[in-house]
């Protein structure tokens, strides 16, 4: 299928920061250009062009390939990204695991440390943080002034009264914990923390099937159940980077109570921990990859009592954003999201109803790495990701 998307550039002295990241947007979604293909995707003047591609090729963040040669004239020579200009690191901590990975510009992992915890009490969780971090600073060398910060994801919601850090999808003990400034403490490196919707949704949209969509929903299933929202190459956190618990929508009123207070929220049906609890598992102690240790059958049960809800919920999404396509992700291992992604159609009705279901339903990145990898992607996402606000000052 033909990619129309077209981000546009201004020929504005002030955007230059603006027009930096429409060029390394559009040669990290096409792999490698020229400037005069980089001219005609951005609309930007080819002197402009020129002299953001000179800058960053001194910078180090682009590379020049083998020149193209067609007919007469000077031959044409293409930049690409130079994957090992910057660097990034993710960190992701749940109730069982805590997970930190080192990412070049392309998404390669070049270190990772998966650590076992079990219900992780800050004190503790933060220094084995700040080992690995060492470690990691060790690894890098004289690199490590390249990397351009950490990106956390926990559990949301976030700031909640009656929902945050209480019940089974949360972190109890860390309620009074301002994590972006004790890892800033302890790294001297800019922080950012979000929710695993968000970051997956951000590691979907430069490392996955989203690379070419400018608005899409990203459901994600872990622990509890959320959505990352994209719209208009934008990301939608809301007010207090909440947006998108769509786990306590409530899809079945009078069903299973939640730890938010309402019940039949379409997390109690729809995510791991409904899945541990449908098959016999321990929430605390069970991983995703035991689910593929159960009963077949068991589990296909629990497939089959989730179709209805999830279809609501897509149903949902789909009439309230318009967005090209709904993704379903997360830590769910993929041989066990396939087999609920081929369950779900027919598709109820909505605006999107007249598109092909392979452009409404994709389906994700999946596995424990995920939203350590989408956690990675947010210092990426913050330098180079265009942002129109610039253009407003």
């Not at 956190?237 to 998108?244: E, K, L, P, R, V």
């Not at 605390?284 to 990859?289: D, F, G, I, V, Y």
């Not at 240790?293 to 949902?316: H, Y």
């Not at 990145?365 to 180079?384: C, K």
């Amino acid at each position: 299928m033909e990619n129309n998307m077209k981000t546009s550039g201004t020929n504005l002295e002030h955007a230059r920061a603006h027009n930096r990241r429409v060029v390394i947007e559009a040669i990290r979604l096409h792999g490698e250009l020229t400037r005069a293909e980089l001219a005609r995707m951005t609309s930007l003047t080819p002197q402009t062009v020129s002299n953001i591609v000179a800058e960053l090729e001194q910078a180090g963040l682009l590379t020049s390939r083998q020149p193209r040669r067609s007919g007469r004239g000077q031959p044409s020579i293409p930049v690409t990204i130079n994957p090992t200009s910057a660097w990034s690191i993710g960190i992701h901590l749940d109730h069982q695991t805590l997970l930190l990975v080192l990412v070049d510009l392309s998404g390669e992992v070049h270190f990772r440390r998966l650590v076992m915890v079990q219900k992780p009490q800050p004190a503790a969780t933060l220094a084995c943080i700040a080992d690995v971090l060492a470690e990691m600073r060790f690894f890098l060398g004289a690199q490590w002034q390249k990397v351009l910060g950490i990106g956390v994801v926990m559990p949301g919601p976030f700031g909640v009264e009656g929902i945050s850090s209480v019940g089974p999808t949360t972190l109890n003990g860390w309620e009074q914990v301002d994590i972006e400034a004790e890892l800033t403490a302890i790294s001297g490196l800019p922080v950012t923390l979000e929710n695993d919707a968000t970051v997956a949704a951000i590691g979907e949209r430069f490392h996955g099937c989203a690379r070419h969509l400018n608005s899409f929903i990203y459901l994600y299933i872990g622990t509890g159940l959320g959505a990352g929202i994209f719209t208009d190459g934008h990301l939608y956190t809301g007010h207090a980077h909440n947006a998108g618990e769509i786990g306590h929508i409530v899809v079945e009123p009078g069903g299973r109570a939640c730890y938010c207070g309402n019940q039949g929220c379409l997390e109690r049906y729809v995510s791991l921990q409904a899945a541990y609890e449908f098959c016999g598992l321990d929430p605390m102690r069970a991983l995703p990859e035991d689910l593929l240790q159960t009963e077949p059958a068991r589990f296909t049960a629990w497939i089959e009592s989730v179709t209805t809800p999830l279809r609501q919920a897509i149903n949902i999404l789909e009439s309230v954003f318009d967005a090209e396509a709904v993704i379903i992700g997360g830590m769910m291992p993929a041989p066990l999201l396939e087999q609920m992604v081929e369950r779900l159609p027919p598709l109820y009705q909505s605006v999107r109803g007249r598109y092909l279901l392979d452009m409404r339903l994709k389906r994700g990145m999946t596995g424990s790495d995920t939203a350590a990898l989408g956690a990675a992607a947010l210092p990426i996402f913050d330098e180079f990701n265009p942002q129109f606000q610039v253009l407003m000052k």
